[in-house]
């Protein structure tokens, strides 16, 4: 089975720090994602890449970067963090090239943000 | 542009009853649709998606779905509830043809009472 690990569960922070959240897959996929999940609103994507050194905006980007220097690890940074970042971040992972294929996502990271 | 809704935040159901969870969408092209499951603390799980063919999609735990082209529909069902059905349940549908997006509607909860 395909393994989306997050490296951490929870994490709590002080606004103004910088953030990292660790996303690692094992199956030698392409595209990888960072989604924040909120009550009422969802998964809403903040980055994707679908290649080593690639990445796309997603629909709520501020705030935010990535860096994907290896295919299996996806960071998310936050460059300066604010109370309106505590969520839970949800990384994922597919295939490329078949458009209709699942995501695989990880266990998430539930960040609060003081 | 790519939509998903989901009209109900809350769906209660009795152990042994036939259970429905409601989405409806809004797509260009070809709807791609899928059903994830978020059991407590976990990340998203899989559970079934129709991209063409027979409009009864089964998927896994027993669950199905019925795809209504007419009704822009895809309700998620399942003929006798388990209480360990108890999560939520998030319909999505693929982002704009040519991206790699997943659009998620908002999430219903579901809880079977014993």
């Known amino acids: 089975d395909v393994k989306v690990t997050q490296s951490s569960r929870y994490l709590v922070k002080r606004t103004g720090e910088k953030v990292f959240l660790e996303c690692v897959q094992d199956?030698?996929?392409?595209?990888m994602f960072w989604y924040r999940q909120d009550p009422g609103l969802g998964l809403r994507l903040i980055y994707f890449?679908?290649?080593?050194?690639?990445?796309e905006k997603g629909d709520i980007p501020e705030g935010y970067s990535v860096s994907r220097e290896k295919k299996e690890r996806f960071s998310l940074i936050l460059e300066s963090a604010s109370t309106n970042q505590t969520s839970m971040y949800l990384c994922?992972?597919?295939?490329?090239?078949?458009?209709?294929?699942?995501?695989?996502f990880g266990s998430g990271t539930q960040l609060s943000v003081l | 542009a790519q939509s998903v809704a989901q009209p109900e935040d809350q769906v209660n159901v009795a152990e042994g009853n036939p259970l429905t969870v409601k989405c409806t969408y809004s797509?260009?092209?070809?709807?791609?649709l899928f059903w994830y499951v978020q059991y407590p603390n976990r990340g998203l799980q899989f559970l079934l998606k129709?991209?063409?063919?027979?409009?009864l999609v089964k998927g896994s735990y027993g669950f199905e779905a019925e795809f209504n082209k007419s009704q822009t529909s895809f309700h998620l069902k399942k003929p006798s509830a388990l209480v360990s059905d108890s999560a939520l349940y998030f319909c999505?549908?693929?982002?704009?043809?040519?991206?790699?997006?997943?659009?998620f509607g908002p999430g219903t909860r579901l809880s079977v009472l014993p």
């Open positions: 994922a992972s597919n295939t490329g090239g078949d458009l209709n294929e699942k995501l695989f």
């Open positions: 199956m030698d996929h392409e595209n």
């Open positions: 890449s679908y290649d080593v050194k690639m990445k």
């Open positions: 797509v260009s092209g070809n709807p791609y």
């Open positions: 129709y991209i063409t063919g027979d409009n």
């Open positions: 999505a549908v693929r982002g704009p043809p040519g991206g790699q997006n997943f659009v």
